[in-house]
C-alpha cells in the first residue's frame, strides 16, 4: 500500500503528523503566526504520499524519478547510511496506483568480491524510447568515485549488465540530461576533489549517439571562484540553456548556454539561497520554469517550490516543508499528462511523492531571493505608506553605477536577442525605470551633468577632448555635498572630469578615489593601459592590479562600502566602469557565449557588458547580505547611446553615440530604493534627464539644497514614488554638447513631452514614431500643431542659448606650482580647441604640426622646468620612436601584430616616426628653442614664470626647420621654494 495521508506505517504517526498534517492545518483555515513561513499554493497539490512504507534499509537519499512506458519509476540510493560499503540502488514502480516494494537494482560489488558503495542515481528516458537509462556513481567517496550505467527494456523490471563509462566521464552527477532537439543528450555534472576542504567545479557532459561517445565542457569561472557541483538545465523560449545549482557559497549558482551547450558563461552566484544543499528544475510545456530547492542559507529544511518565467527572476509558489528536520535532494519531472511529480529525501528515513497541478502554482516576489513571511506578505500586499526619509533613524546610502557606451538596446530586458544580461533585467524589475531618460551622447558632458544638475554648457565640462572637459571650480558636485552632510564618498572607476588639480576627484568631494586618468583605457593619458591588468590610481598612488578592469571596480568598491558599513557611516559609491567603451578587449570567457552570434567586435563589446552585468550581481548580493539593499539607493544608468552593438540591435532607436536622435542620447535609468518606497518595478513615462538626479538624491537623502548649487534639473523623488499619477512640472529639455572642440548654436535636440526638435529644423513626434522616421517639418504644408511646435522650441532654446553663450567658449586654465600637484603632467587632451585624446591620434602625431595650446594659471611665480614630450613619460621611450608597441599585460598595441578576427579591436592601425631635431616652447609670451636628437626622451627648458594666467604650447621641427608636430606631454615642475 502506498503511504498516503493518514496511512499506518512503521514510524509513530506523531512523526508522520510533522510531513502529512501541518499542511493542512493551513488548508482548514487555521490562521498561522506572523513569523510563519508563506505556504504558498497548496490548492496546487494533488497527491502527497511515501514511495514505500517499509524497507530493508536504514537510511536513503538522493531520489531520482522518470515516467516509463508503463509508469513512473523511481529510484534513490539506501544502506546502512551514506557511504556504507553496504549503499546499493534501489527502484520502485508505479503500478496500478500503488508504489511496488523497494528492490535493489544494482550495488557497487567488484569483481574480484569488494564492495564500495553506490551514490546518486539518475534515471532517463530519451525521446521516442522505450528504453530507460539508470545513472550511477560507485566509489569510496565522491571524489573517487566513477559514472556507472545500466538500462532497462522493460519499464524498470529488469536491467542490463552495469557499464563503466569512460574514464573522464561521470554521466548526469544529480539531475537529468535534456535532450535537446537533434538528439544530443546534455548531461549535467561535476567533480570534487580528494583534499580537504575541497574543491568543487561544474561541466557537461555531451553525448550525440546515447551514450557510445562523449564530449566534456567545461564552465570558467567568473569574477570570483565558486565551488559548485550538481547542475540542473532548463531552456529557455529561444532555445537557450540556463543551468543553476548548488554551491558552498549560500546561493544558488548561474550560468548559461546558447550554442546547445558547446559553451558556457562564466559561473556567477545567484540571488535564490541554498544551504550546501541539491536542488532540481524542469522547464513545463507551458514555457515556465519551476525549481525545488531549500530556501534557505543554512539547513535543509524548508523545502519550497518556485516558478519563473526566464529562469532567472523566481517567484515563491509552494511550501513543500517547513518541520523541523532534513527534507533534500528534490527530483522534478512533467508527465505527459501534464501533472508535476516531486520526489525528495524525507528525513533520510523515506522517499516522499508530491504531486502537483501547474496551473494552479502563481506566484509572490522573493526579495533578495527570501522566501516570504506570512507577516511580510501581508504588509508587502497591503496599502501601507512607505516611511518618509526624515522619519528614517540614518539616512539612505547611496549607490550610482554609470557604464560607458552602453546603449539602450543593450540590455536583454529591452529586447536584445543575443545578449542576456539577468542582473540588470532584474534590477530594472524592481526599481522604477525612467523610461523617457535623455543624458549627453557623450561621456564627459553627461558624467558633468550628473556631479553638478547642470547642463553641459553651462557647468564647463563641455566636450571630451580639447581642453574643455573640467567643471568650473566654483560649481558645487554631489560628493561634495553629500560629504558635507557626513556621508562617506568613494569613486571606482572612471572619473573623466579633470586630471589635474583642483578637478582629480580628491579634489571634488571624493574620500575615496579609485581611478582612471583620461577617458580610459587607450586614450592619450592611458595610452599603454589594458582591460587585463588594469593599471590604476589609488589617489595619487599609481597602482598595478591582476585584475580585469570591470571586476577591479567593484571588488574596491564592495571592499570600501563594506568598511564604512562596519563604521556605520552613510555612503556615496560611485561606481564608474570604464566598460564597454573601446578598446573592445573582454575575457574570452565572458566574449566566447557570443562569439558564433555576430561579428568578433561585437562578441567583445558584449563580453564586456555580460561582465559587467556579472559585477552588478556581485554588487546584488553584498547588498542583500550585509543588509543593506533595503536602505540603499541604486541608481543605474548609462552615459550615452550604443556603438558596437546597434548592428544588432538599437531597442527600435534611430542613431547612436554622439547624435541628437533617441539612441544617442536616450538610455536606460533606473532607481531603487526598497524603505523609500521606490520599487516594484514601476515606470515613469514622463521625460527626464541625468541633471534630476542631483536634486532628487538630495530630497530623497533630506539634504537642504546649498545656497550656492544652481540646478537645471528638478527632483524627482515624489515622482519616484507616484510614477502613475507623476507630479512633474510640464518643461522643456536641450540636449547639447560641444561635439570634439566646440559648441555650436542649434547642434542639438529640445525635449517636450513627446516632441523632439533636432539640429534646430528637424521635428519628430516620438509616441507616433518611435524610430523617427518622419521629418514634421518638412511636411507641405507642416500641420499647425507641428508648426506651432516648432515655433515653440526654437523660441525656448533661443532664450537657452543665450544664457550658455557667456562662458561656453571659455578655457578654464590649469594650476601649476601648487602644492598639491607638482609637477603637473599635461597630455593632448588638454590642448585648447584641439581634438587628441586617445593613443591612436598620438600614434599618428595628430594635431597639426605645431599641436596644440595649453590654458594655465601659474600660482606662485618663481623657477619651473618644462619638458616635452613625444610620448608618456611613464614609457620612457625617446622622441624618435614608434611609441609603446605592447600594454601593461603585454597585449600587442598595433593592428599589425594581431592576426585573430576581433583582437585588432581598439589597436593602432598606424605610426608616425619623427625626425626631431629640435623643439620650439613658446610660454608666457616667450619662444624659446633646443636641439634634440631621435634618440633624445624630450626636451627640458628651465626659465622663470610670473603668476597669473598665461598660455604654453611645444611642438618639434626637423633639421630643416620644418615643423612637424606637437609636443603630445607636457611636464611643468616649479623648482623653488
Not at 495521508?5 to 483555515?29: N, Y
Not at 568543487?200 to 557541483?229: C, K, M, Y
Not at 545578449?419 to 524589475?429: K, S
Not at 580639447?466 to 558635507?484: C, D, K, T
Request: proline residues 8%; aromatic residues 10%; contains cysteine.
Amino acid at each position: 500500500m502506498p503511504a498516503r495521508l493518514r496511512t499506518k506505517h512503521w514510524m509513530s504517526i506523531s512523526f508522520a503528523v510533522l510531513l502529512f498534517t501541518h499542511p493542512q492545518a493551513f488548508l482548514q483555515g487555521q490562521e498561522p503566526n506572523d513569523g510563519a513561513w508563506w505556504r504558498g499554493n497548496t490548492e496546487a497539490i494533488v497527491l502527497r504520499e511515501f514511495v514505500f512504507n517499509e524497507a530493508p534499509f536504514a537510511s536513503c537519499h538522493a531520489s531520482t524519478i522518470v515516467e516509463g512506458p508503463g509508469g513512473l519509476v523511481c529510484a534513490w540510493f539506501g544502506g546502512t547510511r551514506e557511504g556504507a560499503s553496504d549503499v546499493g540502488i534501489w527502484l520502485s514502480r508505479h503500478e496500478n496506483g500503488r508504489w511496488s516494494p523497494p528492490v535493489e537494482v544494482t550495488s557497487g560489488e567488484q569483481p574480484e568480491g569488494h564492495r564500495f558503495p553506490c551514490w546518486n542515481p539518475v534515471l532517463f528516458r530519451p525521446r521516442n524510447s522505450e528504453r530507460l537509462y539508470l545513472f550511477y556513481k560507485v566509489g569510496p567517496s565522491p571524489s573517487r568515485w566513477w559514472g556507472m550505467v545500466t538500462t532497462s527494456d522493460d519499464g524498470g523490471r529488469s536491467w542490463s549488465q552495469p557499464a563503466r563509462l569512460p574514464n573522464g566521464i561521470l554521466g548526469p552527477i544529480k539531475n537529468k540530461p535534456i535532450e535537446l532537439s537533434d538528439g544530443t543528450w546534455v548531461c549535467p555534472s561535476s567533480t570534487e576533489t580528494p583534499e580537504r576542504p575541497s574543491r568543487w567545479s561544474i561541466h557537461f557532459e555531451l553525448t550525440r549517439d546515447r551514450g557510445q561517445t562523449w564530449t566534456r565542457v567545461d564552465v570558467p569561472s567568473g569574477a570570483i571562484a565558486i565551488n559548485a557541483i550538481q547542475p540542473t538545465i532548463f531552456v529557455d523560449s529561444r532555445g537557450t540553456l540556463i543551468s543553476v545549482g548548488r554551491t558552498r557559497e549560500g546561493r544558488l549558482f548561474w550560468t548559461f548556454s546558447a550554442d546547445q551547450g558547446q559553451t558556457w558563461a562564466p559561473l556567477q552566484r545567484a540571488l535564490l539561497p541554498n544551504p550546501n544543499a541539491g536542488v532540481d528544475g524542469v522547464t513545463l510545456k507551458d514555457g515556465r520554469h519551476l525549481l525545488v530547492f531549500n530556501p534557505s542559507i543554512q539547513g535543509r529544511t524548508p523545502l519550497a517550490v518556485a516558478f519563473s518565467q526566464d529562469a532567472w527572476r523566481w517567484e515563491a509558489a509552494l511550501l513543500l516543508e517547513d518541520a523541523p528536520g532534513e527534507f533534500s535532494y528534490p527530483a522534478i519531472i512533467q508527465k505527459s499528462d501534464g501533472l508535476v511529480h516531486i520526489t525528495y529525501t524525507w528525513r533520510r528515513q523515506r522517499i516522499a511523492h508530491v504531486v502537483l497541478d501547474p496551473a494552479k502554482l502563481k506566484g509572490v516576489p522573493m526579495p533578495a531571493g527570501q522566501w516570504p513571511k506570512e507577516a511580510n506578505l501581508r504588509r508587502e500586499l497591503g496599502t501601507q505608506s512607505s516611511v518618509p526619509p526624515s522619519m528614517s533613524p540614518t539616512r539612505p546610502h547611496i549607490v550610482i553605477v554609470i557604464t560607458d557606451d552602453q546603449g539602450p538596446g543593450d540590455f536583454s530586458y529591452f529586447g536584445n536577442p543575443i545578449l542576456r544580461t539577468p542582473h540588470l533585467d532584474r534590477l530594472f524589475a524592481e526599481g522604477v525605470l525612467l523610461r523617457d531618460f535623455h543624458v549627453t551622447p557623450v561621456c564627459t558632458p553627461t558624467r558633468g551633468q550628473l556631479m553638478t544638475g547642470q547642463d553641459a554648457l553651462r557647468n564647463g565640462a563641455r566636450t571630451v577632448p580639447a581642453g574643455s572637459n573640467m567643471v568650473w571650480p566654483e560649481i558645487p558636485m554631489l560628493p561634495e555635498v553629500l560629504r558635507q552632510a557626513g556621508y562617506a564618498t568613494g569613486l571606482f572607476g572612471k572619473w573623466h572630469l579633470g586630471d589635474h588639480y583642483p578637478n582629480r576627484p580628491m579634489d571634488r568631494g571624493f574620500d575615496k578615489a579609485i581611478w582612471l586618468g583620461g577617458w580610459g583605457i587607450a586614450s592619450d593619458v592611458e595610452f599603454d593601459n589594458d582591460t587585463v591588468n588594469t593599471r590604476y590610481l589609488d589617489g595619487t598612488k599609481l597602482c598595478q592590479s591582476q585584475r580585469y578592469c570591470t571586476d577591479l571596480w567593484f571588488d574596491k568598491a564592495i571592499e570600501w562600502m563594506d568598511e564604512c558599513r562596519r563604521r556605520g557611516q552613510p555612503f556615496f559609491c560611485y561606481i564608474a566602469p570604464n566598460a564597454p567603451h573601446d578598446p573592445w578587449w573582454a575575457q574570452e570567457k565572458d566574449a566566447r557565449p557570443y562569439q558564433d552570434k555576430t561579428k568578433p567586435e561585437v562578441a567583445q563589446y558584449f563580453g564586456m557588458i555580460a561582465n559587467i552585468d556579472e559585477n552588478i550581481g556581485r554588487l546584488e548580493d553584498f547588498l542583500v547580505t550585509t543588509g543593506l539593499k533595503d536602505d540603499t539607493i541604486l541608481v543605474f544608468l548609462t552615459d550615452n547611446g550604443g556603438t558596437a552593438g546597434t548592428i544588432v540591435y538599437n531597442a527600435g532607436l534611430r542613431g547612436r553615440k554622439g547624435g541628437y536622435y533617441e539612441g544617442g542620447h536616450r538610455v536606460p535609468c533606473v532607481i531603487r530604493w526598497p524603505r523609500g518606497g521606490i520599487a516594484g518595478g514601476k515606470v515613469l513615462a514622463e521625460p527626464t534627464q541625468v541633471q534630476d538626479l542631483f536634486p532628487t538624491l538630495l530630497e530623497l537623502c533630506g539634504i537642504p539644497k546649498p545656497a550656492r548649487c544652481q540646478f537645471d534639473g528638478i527632483s524627482l523623488a515624489q515622482a519616484l514614488r507616484y510614477p502613475e499619477s507623476p507630479s512633474l512640472p510640464e518643461r522643456i529639455l536641450v540636449v547639447q554638447y560641444g561635439r570634439r572642440t566646440g559648441a555650436v548654436k542649434y547642434d542639438g535636440c529640445v525635449i517636450a513631452g513627446p516632441w523632439r526638435l533636432v539640429n534646430g529644423t528637424e521635428l519628430y513626434r516620438i509616441d507616433q514614431d518611435p524610430s523617427q522616421e518622419r521629418d514634421l517639418a518638412k511636411l507641405a504644408p507642416p500641420s499647425d500643431e507641428a508648426s506651432g511646435m516648432l515655433t515653440k522650441l526654437r523660441s525656448y532654446y533661443e532664450k537657452w542659448w543665450e544664457g550658455v553663450t557667456p562662458r561656453v567658449f571659455e578655457y578654464q586654465p590649469i594650476p601649476v606650482g601648487t602644492e598639491h600637484e607638482n609637477p603637473v603632467i599635461l597630455s593632448s587632451n588638454y590642448w585648447a580647441g584641439v581634438d587628441v585624446d586617445n593613443n591612436r591620434n598620438v600614434a599618428v602625431a595628430a594635431g597639426g604640426p605645431r599641436g596644440g595650446t595649453f590654458h594655465l594659471q601659474v600660482t606662485r611665480g618663481g623657477l619651473y622646468t618644462i619638458e616635452l614630450r613625444r610620448w608618456p613619460f611613464h614609457t620612457d621611450l625617446p622622441i624618435g620612436s614608434a611609441g609603446p608597441t605592447r600594454t601593461v599585460s603585454g597585449r600587442p598595441l598595433s593592428a599589425s601584430e594581431v592576426t585573430q578576427p576581433g583582437a585588432g579591436t581598439g589597436l593602432i592601425p598606424k605610426r608616425t616616426v619623427i625626425p626631431a631635431r629640435k623643439a620650439i616652447l613658446e610660454v608666457a609670451g616667450e619662444t624659446i628653442s633646443a636641439s634634440v636628437t631621435p634618440e633624445e626622451k624630450g626636451a627640458v627648458f628651465t626659465l622663470r614664470l610670473n603668476p597669473g594666467r598665461t598660455t604654453l604650447r611645444g611642438w618639434f621641427q626637423d633639421e630643416k626647420g620644418q615643423d612637424l608636430c606637437g609636443a603630445f606631454y607636457v611636464m611643468i615642475r616649479r623648482d623653488d621654494n
